[in-house]
């Protein structure tokens, strides 16, 4: 059972930037491709962004697209995601998903594909 652990959220005012961590445990976290999701109060959660299991590839929602940045790192079972000029409407409960895949290149946007879950982290953007 892969355990997922999100860090790094909190208050921040809006143009400001955060760092969200996402700890997994226990290995081969290289066999996951993995994926940030977020859930506003009363809406859907939503696709933010994704990292194939090499970080070759990446991909984002055209909401977050030039202000946040996912990335992973191998050696250290982690991933995250910085989120710079925040706004906001970016207010929000954020998780780090992990998705099974044999496959270097695959990127998964859609919940369904995700394996596990973390707990979630809550970031709040004051304007």
């Known amino acids: 059972q892969v355990q997922l652990v999100e860090s790094g959220g909190g208050l921040v005012q809006a143009g400001g930037s955060l760092r969200l961590s996402c700890a997994a445990s226990p290995p081969p976290f290289r066999s996951f491709a993995m994926g940030w999701f977020r859930q506003a109060p009363g809406k859907e959660r939503e696709f933010v962004a994704a990292?194939?299991?090499?970080?070759?590839?990446?991909k984002y929602a055209d909401s977050v697209k030039g202000r946040f940045t996912i990335s992973r790192d191998n050696a250290n079972n982690t991933a995250s995601l910085q989120m710079n000029s925040l706004k906001p409407e970016d207010r929000a409960v954020y998780y780090c998903?992990?998705?099974?895949?044999?496959?270097?290149?695959?990127?998964?946007?859609?919940?369904?594909?995700?394996?596990?879950w973390g707990q979630g982290t809550q970031v709040t953007v004051s304007s």
């Open positions: 990292i194939s299991r090499r970080g070759s590839n990446s």
């Open positions: 998903a992990a998705g099974t895949t044999f496959s270097d290149d695959t990127i998964y946007r859609r919940r369904s594909d995700y394996n596990y």
